[in-house]
């Protein structure tokens, strides 16, 4: 009878673990009733494991590299390649970055398992908007959804934490918008941004060399700057940058020398 | 011959649903209990309270009614459920019953036998008695156009719009058909749109719109036992991916885009004229123009007056801004003299 | 803050974390209608509480077809905010507007829970609350009225000798750069020709504005608020580190709202 009954539940889990929750058509159900009209359709948010709760960002966390700049045609977005886990490097040809749609890109750091979740997540709910309305969504309306999103999540049993860098570049009028939204859901237009330690190194920087007109080469020689200054003073390797650009043409990647030798100071 | 099937779907619903399965014509149905053996074709399925469980069914002839458990009367539109008084005090689960389908045709969500579905229909056919409402699509704004059906001269004059409403910064839209049913799929569009605006800070696309509207129209003709919605919506609204746009949808639920149309009473023949007088790309001002006179060729009276039409524009302003306007009496006026329209009365009492 | 027949609302424009300066384009003050909402606090709140309160005012307007009113608007706030009593919105909420009917200036405050704070003169929140307090109540009146006017052209060397003598005295009321043009705050009802100082200077001030009655007609209040307002907004955040970076400043008038943009230190 016991093994009977573990093995039907075993299988049960077994299914769920492959099968998220979110792919299962259990929305099919209409809603009629007049005075509560059905929430807007989004998929629905995948359970995702218990982690032990941290409430603040780690100092491992805060040593993750986002860098996002702009200019006149162009954003940038740059994280960097090390997922760490405490002092101990992981792995170092991470992409903490997902494309969303056609003219955005989203970059992510924050605790191990929330953020691919939270951006996969992201990224599922723009692509299925994109297909119910043959238009993507623009980046000024990512970022406000992913802020609704994240604030919502913020008052719930367990919030993610997560820190983001939306980049992208209007369907419509081709401007380009970089978005700064921190795991408190608080979110800011910014002509440049930083998330982490790097904040520290890198917008002073920025403060004194960005202006609004610069060209993508640039924007470039600008993160190059940038990462020289953190490579010469961050305490730590975060093995290179992964940098990628949205343009009129779309999300490319740019090569980017990650071997170049930095004299301390 | 009568056939029920009575079941219970599940306990925490406490709905019992009663099933006709097969009968060309309506009629009654008894269930009846005491221990016979059941005869018949009907039964009642067992995972219900033991104590109706016990009931068996039969089919009869006569109506023995003091021998009954239960007593179902089936008619074109209603149910009547009596049970044994000795029965009752078990028959707390039974709180609703509910047709789920294969009904007669009189039920909205069937389709007949020839493939129609005739609440739809008779909507439509509501409509058709409602006062028209034009809209026509320019190419810098939209004009709709609606006529409003005095009924009587006690009726106080609300100064508020009776055919045109406002759904959002961007989007209008005129009502053909029954207000009551409007209200409640504008104050619905409204919320949606605002939701939208909340969630994604930006003004919700006009077919987006349009066809959460449609869904909920659409909802109405195939979920059961509800009324469709008796009402034809002309959208004009702005976006800035696709520009203007008019739409028009129906109680089925479905929509489409025009350069102009129109609903309601002598539909066919201001479509009619519609379709001759319409020019590409006319102006705002021109479309105006040909909004009057189509309706006065379509209603009843030759002569309009701002009592009998509402008016509305959508466009943009000098600095690129969109903006929506529904029309004062005097614009109105203003707008009838110049094309020649205006009733004599009115013209007099200036 | 309060004026004549006008109020005034007004934010810094600094996005922080802690010490760190995320952003200098970041207002707090948001319009719905002709009511002003401005919110300081939690940065998250402050976005999610006006996301809320735009979706409920635009829904008011289309349900009412009229524009909310500040008394109204205030008291949806409060109980918008009482709703979460027990896991609140850290923020605390400023109103101002003008009443649709009588024209009179409505403000008031909130803390985070939605106990409303009303005020006749002006209304603080946010990092620089003290300094803010000090400047606001050095430098507000009632009924404030700004006269633009050279007076050395305007007056005789003498009447305006003794007008001097009268500022250093307290006598008029103050706030005066002696430079070419004199700005001269007062009371709205002008009452400087009562007889107190009518003995000294004879037909003076009397004969001046019997002359010059046009000028009574435009006196600035709305000019004078706002130079009031920024001044104290201005003056305080400079002596906060967590705030500053420019300032957004709305002037409401009965049939307008002006928006604007004061650059400030940006450091």
Same mark, same amino acid.
């Given at each position: 009878?016991?093994?009977?009954?573990?093995?039907?539940?075993?299988?049960?889990?077994?299914?769920?673990?492959?099968?998220?929750?979110?792919?299962?058509?259990?929305?099919?159900?209409?809603?009629?009733?007049?005075?509560?009209?059905?929430?807007?359709?989004?998929?629905?948010?995948?359970?995702?494991?218990?982690?032990?709760?941290?409430?603040?960002?780690?100092?491992?966390?805060?040593?993750?590299?986002?860098?996002?700049?702009?200019?006149?045609?162009?954003?940038?977005?740059?994280?960097?390649?090390?997922?760490?886990?405490?002092?101990?490097?992981?792995?170092?040809?991470?992409?903490?970055?997902?494309?969303?749609?056609?003219?955005?890109?989203?970059?992510?750091?924050?605790?191990?398992?929330?953020?691919?979740?939270?951006?996969?997540?992201?990224?599922?709910?723009?692509?299925?908007?994109?297909?119910?309305?043959?238009?993507?969504?623009?980046?000024?309306?990512?970022?406000?959804?992913?802020?609704?999103?994240?604030?919502?999540?913020?008052?719930?049993?367990?919030?993610?934490?997560?820190?983001?860098?939306?980049?992208?570049?209007?369907?419509?009028?081709?401007?380009?918008?970089?978005?700064?939204?921190?795991?408190?859901?608080?979110?800011?237009?910014?002509?440049?941004?930083?998330?982490?330690?790097?904040?520290?190194?890198?917008?002073?920087?920025?403060?004194?060399?960005?202006?609004?007109?610069?060209?993508?080469?640039?924007?470039?020689?600008?993160?190059?700057?940038?990462?020289?200054?953190?490579?010469?003073?961050?305490?730590?390797?975060?093995?290179?940058?992964?940098?990628?650009?949205?343009?009129?043409?779309?999300?490319?990647?740019?090569?980017?020398?990650?071997?170049?030798?930095?004299?301390?100071? | 011959?009568?056939?029920?099937?009575?079941?219970?779907?599940?306990?925490?619903?406490?709905?019992?649903?009663?099933?006709?399965?097969?009968?060309?014509? +309506?009629?009654?149905?008894?269930?009846?209990?005491?221990?016979?053996?059941?005869?018949?074709?009907?039964?009642?399925?067992?995972?219900?309270?033991?104590?109706?469980?016990?009931?068996?069914?039969?089919?009869?002839?006569?109506?023995?009614?003091?021998?009954? +458990?239960?007593?179902?009367?089936?008619?074109?539109?209603?149910?009547? #459920?009596?049970?044994?008084?000795?029965?009752?005090?078990?028959?707390?689960?039974?709180?609703?019953?509910? #047709?789920?389908?294969?009904?007669?045709?009189?039920?909205?969500?069937?389709?007949?036998?020839?493939?129609?579905?005739?609440?739809?229909?008779?909507?439509?056919?509501?409509?058709?008695?409602?006062?028209?409402?034009?809209?026509?699509?320019?190419?810098?704004?939209?004009?709709?156009?609606?006529?409003?059906?005095?009924?009587?001269?006690? @009726?106080?004059?609300?100064?508020?719009?009776?055919?045109?409403?406002?759904?959002?910064?961007?989007?209008?839209?005129?009502?053909?058909?029954?207000?009551?049913?409007?209200?409640?799929?504008?104050?619905?569009?409204?919320?949606?749109?605002?939701?939208?605006?909340?969630?994604?800070?930006?003004?919700?696309?006009?077919?987006? @719109?349009?066809?959460?509207?449609?869904?909920?129209?659409?909802?109405?003709?195939?979920?059961?036992?509800?009324?469709?919605?008796?009402?034809? #919506?002309?959208?004009?609204?702005?976006?800035?991916?696709?520009? #203007?746009?008019?739409?028009?949808?129906?109680?089925?639920?479905?929509?489409?885009?025009?350069?102009?149309?129109?609903?309601?009473?002598?539909?066919?023949?201001?479509?009619?004229?519609?379709?001759?007088?319409?020019?590409?790309?006319?102006?705002?001002?021109?479309?105006?123009?040909?909004?009057?006179?189509?309706?006065?060729?379509?209603?009843?009276?030759?002569?309009?007056?701002?009592?009998?039409?509402?008016?509305?524009?959508?466009?943009?302003?000098?600095?690129?801004?969109?903006?929506?306007?529904?029309?004062?009496?005097?614009?109105? +006026?203003?707008?009838?003299?110049?094309?020649?329209?205006?009733?004599?009365?009115?013209?007099?009492?200036? | 803050?309060?004026?004549?027949?006008?109020?005034?609302?007004?934010?810094?424009?600094?996005?922080?974390?802690?010490?760190?300066?995320?952003?200098?384009?970041?207002?707090?003050?948001?319009?719905?209608?002709?009511?002003?909402?401005?919110?300081?606090?939690?940065?998250?709140?402050?976005?999610?509480?006006?996301?809320?309160?735009?979706?409920?005012?635009?829904?008011?307007?289309?349900?009412?077809?009229?524009?909310?009113?500040?008394?109204?608007?205030?008291?949806?706030?409060?109980?918008?905010?009482?709703?979460?009593?027990?896991?609140?919105?850290?923020?605390?909420?400023?109103?101002?507007?003008?009443?649709?009917?009588?024209?009179?200036?409505?403000?008031?405050?909130?803390?985070?829970?939605?106990?409303?704070?009303?005020?006749?003169?002006?209304?603080?929140?946010?990092?620089?609350?003290?300094?803010?307090?000090?400047?606001?109540?050095?430098?507000?009146?009632?009924?404030?009225?700004?006269?633009?006017?050279?007076?050395?052209?305007?007056?005789?060397?003498?009447?305006?000798?003794?007008?001097?003598?009268?500022?250093?005295?307290?006598?008029?009321?103050?706030?005066?750069?002696?430079?070419?043009?004199?700005?001269?705050?007062?009371?709205?009802?002008?009452?400087?020709?009562?007889?107190?100082?009518?003995?000294?200077?004879?037909?003076?001030?009397?004969?001046?504005?019997?002359?010059?009655?046009?000028?009574?007609?435009?006196?600035?209040?709305?000019?004078?608020?706002?130079?009031?307002?920024?001044?104290?907004?201005?003056?305080?955040?400079?002596?906060?580190?967590?705030?500053?970076?420019?300032?957004?400043?709305?002037?409401?008038?009965?049939?307008?709202?002006?928006?604007?943009?004061?650059?400030?230190?940006?450091?």
């Amino acid at each position: 009878m016991c093994t009977d009954h573990g093995c039907a539940s075993f299988i049960d889990k077994a299914y769920r673990c492959d099968q998220p929750e979110w792919a299962m058509p259990h929305q099919a159900e209409a809603r009629l009733r007049v005075d509560e009209p059905h929430e807007d359709q989004l998929l629905e948010r995948p359970t995702h494991l218990q982690h032990t709760k941290q409430p603040f960002p780690g100092y491992h966390q805060k040593m993750e590299v986002l860098l996002g700049i702009t200019g006149k045609d162009f954003t940038i977005v740059a994280s960097s390649k090390a997922a760490m886990r405490g002092a101990t490097i992981l792995k170092a040809q991470d992409v903490k970055q997902r494309q969303l749609n056609k003219s955005s890109l989203l970059a992510y750091s924050g605790e191990a398992g929330d953020t691919v979740q939270f951006a996969e997540y992201i990224q599922a709910n723009t692509q299925l908007y994109s297909m119910r309305n043959e238009a993507d969504l623009s980046p000024s309306a990512i970022a406000h959804f992913v802020r609704g999103e994240l604030a919502t999540s913020l008052r719930s049993r367990k919030p993610y934490n997560v820190n983001l860098l939306l980049g992208g570049l209007d369907p419509i009028t081709l401007k380009p918008s970089l978005y700064w939204l921190d795991y408190l859901a608080s979110l800011a237009p910014v002509p440049y941004a930083a998330h982490g330690y790097a904040q520290y190194y890198c917008l002073s920087i920025l403060d004194k060399h960005h202006n609004p007109d610069i060209d993508l080469e640039t924007g470039i020689k600008l993160l190059n700057m940038c990462t020289d200054e953190l490579k010469r003073r961050m305490p730590i390797d975060f093995k290179g940058m992964t940098v990628k650009a949205v343009t009129k043409d779309g999300v490319i990647d740019i090569d980017f020398d990650d071997d170049k030798v930095v004299k301390s100071a | 011959m009568m056939k029920f099937g009575v079941s219970r779907k599940t306990i925490s619903r406490k709905i019992i649903y009663v099933r006709r399965r097969q009968s060309k014509a +309506d009629g009654w149905g008894v269930c009846a209990g005491k221990n016979k053996t059941p005869r018949g074709r009907v039964s009642i399925k067992s995972n219900i309270h033991p104590a109706l469980a016990s009931l068996a069914t039969t089919t009869i002839e006569s109506e023995p009614q003091q021998e009954l +458990d239960l007593l179902l009367t089936v008619g074109p539109s209603r149910l009547i #459920f009596r049970l044994r008084p000795s029965l009752i005090p078990f028959a707390r689960h039974v709180s609703s019953i509910r #047709f789920p389908s294969e009904l007669p045709r009189h039920y909205t969500t069937t389709f007949s036998p020839e493939g129609r579905l005739y609440q739809v229909e008779y909507a439509l056919e509501a409509i058709s008695h409602a006062g028209t409402a034009i809209g026509i699509l320019a190419k810098d704004g939209i004009v709709l156009a609606a006529e409003r059906k005095v009924t009587s001269k006690l @009726l106080e004059q609300d100064t508020s719009a009776e055919k045109l409403y406002i759904l959002n910064d961007n989007m209008i839209c005129a009502v053909a058909g029954m207000t009551a049913d409007a209200n409640i799929l504008i104050n619905f569009a409204r919320q949606s749109a605002q939701r939208y605006l909340r969630t994604y800070n930006e003004d919700i696309p006009c077919e987006q @719109l349009v066809r959460r509207l449609c869904d909920l129209k659409q909802g109405y003709t195939q979920h059961g036992g509800l009324r469709p919605f008796g009402v034809t #919506f002309i959208y004009a609204g702005w976006d800035p991916q696709r520009q #203007f746009q008019l739409y028009l949808s129906n109680p089925s639920g479905n929509y489409g885009g025009w350069k102009a149309t129109s609903a309601g009473a002598n539909n066919a023949s201001a479509q009619s004229l519609l379709k001759q007088d319409y020019k590409e790309n006319c102006n705002l001002k021109e479309a105006c123009g040909m909004a009057v006179k189509v309706l006065s060729k379509t209603m009843d009276s030759t002569k309009l007056s701002s009592q009998k039409i509402e008016f509305a524009t959508v466009g943009q302003d000098k600095s690129g801004k969109v903006y929506h306007h529904l029309w004062s009496a005097e614009e109105i +006026d203003a707008l009838l003299a110049e094309h020649d329209l205006a009733k004599e009365t009115s013209s007099e009492d200036k | 803050m309060v004026g004549k027949d006008c109020v005034a609302i007004a934010c810094d424009l600094r996005l922080g974390l802690q010490a760190l300066t995320v952003s200098n384009n970041f207002p707090k003050i948001f319009q719905y209608g002709d009511v002003l909402l401005g919110l300081t606090g939690l940065a998250t709140d402050v976005a999610t509480v006006s996301d809320l309160f735009r979706y409920k005012v635009n829904m008011y307007r289309l349900r009412e077809e009229r524009n909310i009113a500040p008394s109204t608007f205030a008291n949806l706030v409060s109980s918008s905010l009482y709703e979460r009593r027990f896991g609140p919105y850290f923020v605390s909420p400023v109103v101002a507007g003008l009443d649709q009917k009588t024209g009179k200036p409505f403000i008031c405050g909130f803390d985070s829970i939605g106990c409303i704070d009303f005020a006749k003169d002006f209304i603080v929140s946010g990092t620089a609350t003290e300094q803010l307090f000090g400047m606001c109540e050095s430098l507000w009146e009632p009924d404030m009225v700004r006269l633009d006017l050279d007076f050395r052209t305007l007056f005789p060397p003498g009447i305006f000798f003794y007008m001097m003598i009268l500022l250093k005295n307290g006598q008029l009321n103050h706030d005066v750069e002696c430079s070419t043009i004199m700005h001269i705050i007062c009371t709205s009802d002008l009452n400087f020709t009562n007889a107190s100082y009518q003995s000294t200077f004879a037909t003076g001030f009397d004969e001046f504005f019997a002359n010059n009655l046009n000028l009574l007609d435009d006196l600035q209040c709305p000019e004078d608020l706002f130079e009031t307002i920024s001044q104290a907004l201005l003056n305080a955040v400079d002596r906060d580190a967590l705030s500053g970076w420019g300032a957004h400043v709305y002037i409401i008038e009965k049939d307008k709202v002006t928006k604007r943009l004061l650059k400030g230190r940006q450091d």
